[in-house]
C-alpha cells in the first residue's frame, strides 16, 4: 500500500478563501460587500507567500431554511479557481468541497479536466457527500443514498480523469464507455480529497482516497480520527483490496483554530490562537507531531489589507518554522 508520508516531513499549509463562501460562522463582516477584486488580492498573496492551495466550496442554491445561517453566497468552484487560475502561478487549486454526487461524472470530469489542463496541473478535488436535502432534491438526486453516490462517483471519476481519452465506468448508477473527452488533465493523476468527519466518510478517505479533509474535528479528536485512517488502509492492504489510487502517499489534513499573528488591538475571539511566530509555529507543530501532513487556516482580520498582511507575515515567518 501506499506509505503515509513520514512524520518529519514539512507541514504544508493551504487556505480557504474568504467571500467565495459566506456561512456566518466563518466570513468576516468586510465580505459581505467584497468582490472578484478581493478574491483576487487573496489568492495572489497566497501564492507568492508559498500557500500549498487555496481553496472554494461548494452549494448549488441554498434553501430559505437555512439562509440566515449559511447565506446565500456560494461563488461556483470551477469558475472561481479558473479565474483565479489565471491570476496565479504556483498555487494548487482545491475544491472543499466538490459535492460530485449532484452531478454526472462526465459533466464533473469536464469540468474539472478543463481546469486542471489551464491551470497547468494545479488542480486537487476535494469531494464530498453533501449535506442540504434540498439540493439533492432539486436536481432530482436521492438525498437519503448520497454516501454511495458519492462512492461511485469516485470511482467513475478517477476513470473519467485519467489518461485515456475514452474512459470507461461501468457501474450500478453511472455506466459510460466510448464518449471521449479533451482536455485531459495535465496531471497523469489528479489527487482526490474525501472530505467528512463521520465514520462513514472517514473509511471513504480512507479506502478511496489520496488524502483526508476533516470537517471540524478539533485537536484531541484527530489523533483517533487519523489512527482509524491508517488501520484502514493497512488492513485493506493485507486483504488484497485496492486502497485509493494506489500511487503516492497519502494526505493528511486539518483545520486549524483561528489565527492571527501578532498582538491583536481589537476582539478576535477566545478561541483564535494569536501571538509571535515563533508560538504559532510552535502550536501548529502538534499537527505535525499527530501525523497531519497539511493544515488549512483562517486568519481573523477586518478587510482585504489587514487579511493579506496576515497571508504574507505567516508565509515569511511562521510557515518557515512549521
Known amino acids: 500500500m501506499p506509505a ?30 467584497a468582490g472578484p477584486d478581493d478574491l483576487l488580492a487573496v489568492a495572489r498573496a497566497a501564492d507568492r507567500a508559498g500557500f500549498a492551495y487555496v481553496a472554494c466550496c461548494d452549494h448549488v442554491a441554498i434553501p430559505r431554511r437555512l439562509a440566515s445561517a449559511m447565506s446565500t453566497i456560494w461563488y461556483d468552484p470551477v469558475a472561481t479557481l479558473a479565474f483565479l ?29 478543463t481546469l486542471d489542463h489551464l491551470s497547468g496541473g494545479r488542480l486537487t ?37 485519467g489518461p485515456e481519452e475514452f474512459p470507461e465506468h461501468h457501474g450500478k448508477l453511472y455506466d459510460f464507455e466510448g464518449l471521449g473527452q479533451r482536455p485531459r488533465p495535465a496531471q497523469e493523476h489528479v489527487p482526490v480529497w474525501v472530505g467528512g468527519s463521520s465514520p462513514a466518510a472517514v473509511r471513504r478517505a480512507a ?4 488524502g483526508w479533509l476533516p470537517q471540524g474535528d478539533p485537536r484531541d479528536r484527530l489523533p483517533g480520527q487519523i489512527a482509524r485512517i491508517r488501520r484502514l488502509r493497512e488492513e485493506a ?9 494506489g500511487e ?12 492571527y499573528v501578532g498582538a491583536p488591538g481589537w476582539d478576535v475571539g477566545r478561541r483564535t490562537l494569536t501571538g509571535r511566530p515563533e508560538e504559532l509555529a510552535e502550536s501548529l ?5 499527530m501525523g ?16 493579506v498582511e496576515q497571508i504574507e507575515v505567516f508565509g515569511a515567518e511562521v510557515g518557515p518554522l512549521l
Open 207 to 210: 479506502l478511496k482516497g489520496d
Open 125 to 161: 478535488l476535494g469531494v464530498g457527500a453533501g449535506h442540504v436535502r434540498e439540493e439533492f432534491e432539486a436536481l432530482g438526486v436521492d438525498f437519503e443514498r448520497r454516501g454511495p453516490v458519492l462512492d461511485e462517483s469516485i470511482d467513475a471519476l478517477r476513470a473519467a480523469l
Open 85 to 113: 487560475a489565471a491570476a496565479t502561478e504556483h498555487v494548487r487549486l482545491l475544491s472543499h468541497v466538490a459535492v460530485v454526487g449532484l452531478r454526472h461524472p462526465l459533466a464533473t470530469a469536464k469540468q474539472y479536466a
Open 292 to 307: 497531519v501532513d497539511q493544515i488549512q487556516v483562517r486568519f481573523r482580520n477586518r478587510g482585504r489589507a489587514e487579511l
Open 4 to 33: 503515509l508520508p513520514p512524520e518529519g516531513r514539512r507541514l504544508a499549509y493551504g487556505i480557504q478563501l474568504p467571500v467565495q463562501s459566506q456561512s456566518t460562522i466563518y466570513a468576516e463582516p468586510w465580505e459581505a460587500t
Open 285 to 289: 507543530r502538534a499537527y505535525r507531531a
Open 248 to 259: 503516492g502517499a497519502f494526505t493528511v489534513g486539518a483545520i486549524t483554530e483561528p489565527l
Open 237 to 245: 492492504a493485507r486483504g488484497g483490496a485496492a486502497v485509493g489510487c
